[in-house]
């Protein structure tokens, strides 16, 4: 009888995805229909209402919309443009130096960004053409795209990481700002060395080579974008702005950024706003029933059974890892990441800290196991950006994107039994 909760919501979930319910009204269902088990209607539906309500009413949330702001003021601004030439500079003399430069701008535009979605679409738009016009096979150039473009919901600043922030109940959004860096960075490094594999393998160009003078030229032109990381994350380090506060700044220097490029009108305003207001909306109704499920499930017991159910097995710290990071990389396959997040760390958050794991190390770890979902199907949005972008298909891509999923797990084993890889920046900063 104890998991007669589990056993409703899990199927009333399901059933409703099933039948192409949309994923925010499918928690929410989802969720009062399981509380109108043990309690009536009227009263369950209002509590519903009141837990989707006070779920939205934190301070740490307003960062996202500006985020999202800034995020959509880059992708129009002329400042995708500038990290590419950049990455090209860097890398684009070498065989197959396109696929380092789509990995080296996903992860500099992603930073910036934050955003996977804005950077596998900015940055495929750009280099999908000229790739495909010097002899690189369109889908393996899609699955660098897709693939790197996570890379930024790891290093920082990202939304998603203030999601777990909010789910873990306050673990420190500076920490794990600060802790995203190096395993974003290692993730970006496997890809390139997968990519090197395929480089070799296909024999694919190289560009011409890059002088001091104008890589140097090149970095300036790029540096003003690149600011923006310093402005953000040393303000929110150094203890000058919140993270909520660095979310504001961000769109005041992105938008004075762009105008100074002279890349974005006064007449696109309105429609920059407009997409991401749209955008936010979409987000903050899925932490909403997400928040109202987190918190069903809890009045149900449902993560202290599934605590106890996991313990059962082992209580070895490498074997409950080993189990949470299977669940994780299944459902990031069928859900998409923000519900995720605010749904499953009150459920395995408790369990990892007890056995002495670092919230800070879980969150990423966690954050990376769904990276990995977003480019999977049936759900997996920057998969269908990136498909999208290169004009090709899912089941063409799905071959060459097997090999970077693989670089992309092994990163993850990586991360999961090295604690030091993620936690040392941290520390280092006092965080």
Not at 53 to 81: K, Q, Y
Not at 83 to 97: S, W, Y
Not at 181 to 189: A, E, Q, T
Request: charged share 10%; hydrophobic share 55%.
């Amino acid at each position: 009888m104890e998991y007669i909760s589990i056993i409703i919501l899990v199927l009333t979930f399901v059933t409703l995805m099933a039948i192409g319910m949309p994923v925010a009204w499918s928690l929410g269902l989802s969720s009062l229909v399981t509380l109108m088990v043990s309690v009536a209607a009227g009263p369950s539906a209002t509590t519903i209402a009141q837990r989707m309500g006070t779920g939205l009413d934190s301070f740490s949330l307003l960062a996202i919309p500006f985020f999202v702001l800034a995020g959509e003021i880059m992708n129009r601004g002329g400042i995708a443009n500038r990290l590419i030439e950049l990455a090209k500079a860097i890398t684009g003399r070498l065989p197959g130096g396109l696929l380092y430069v789509n990995v080296i701008a996903a992860m500099l535009f992603g930073a910036i960004a934050g955003s996977a979605a804005a950077a596998a679409s900015a940055i495929g738009g750009i280099l999908g053409k000229r790739m495909e016009n010097e002899g690189y096979p369109k889908e393996l150039g899609a699955a660098v795209n897709i693939t790197a473009s996570t890379t930024g919901l790891i290093i920082p600043p990202s939304n998603i990481l203030i999601v777990y922030s909010l789910a873990s109940g306050g673990v420190s959004i500076a920490a794990l700002f600060v802790a995203g860096y190096v395993p974003g960075i290692f993730i970006g490094l496997l890809l390139m060395l997968t990519a090197a594999i395929f480089v070799k393998r296909k024999n694919l160009p190289g560009g011409q080579a890059t002088t001091l003078k104008e890589l140097t030229s090149k970095f300036l032109r790029a540096l003003p974008s690149l600011m923006l990381l310093v402005v953000v994350m040393g303000g929110i380090v150094g203890g000058i702005f919140t993270a909520t506060e660095a979310s504001a700044i961000a769109v005041i220097y992105t938008l004075a950024l762009s105008f100074f490029y002279r890349e974005l009108k006064w007449k696109e305003l309105p429609s920059i706003l407009l997409k991401s207001s749209e955008t936010t909306a979409v987000v903050m109704l899925l932490i909403a029933t997400s928040m109202s499920m987190s918190w069903v499930m809890s009045s149900e017991d449902i993560p202290q059974s599934i605590s106890e159910s996991l313990l059962s097995i082992s209580d070895n710290i490498f074997v409950i890892l080993l189990l949470i990071n299977i669940l994780l990389l299944f459902v990031g396959i069928f859900m998409d990441m923000t519900p995720a997040v605010l749904i499953f760390t009150p459920i395995f958050l408790p369990i990892v800290t007890a056995l002495g794991i670092d919230p800070v190390h879980f969150g990423i770890i966690m954050i990376l196991n769904l990276c990995i979902g977003l480019c999977t199907p049936p759900v997996g949005s920057v998969l269908f950006i990136g498909v999208g972008v290169a004009q090709t298909s899912i089941e063409k891509v799905v071959k060459p994107l097997i090999p970077f999923f693989i670089a992309m797990i092994l990163g993850l084993i990586v991360i999961t039994l090295w604690p030091g890889l993620t936690l040392w920046l941290p520390r280092l900063f006092g965080l």
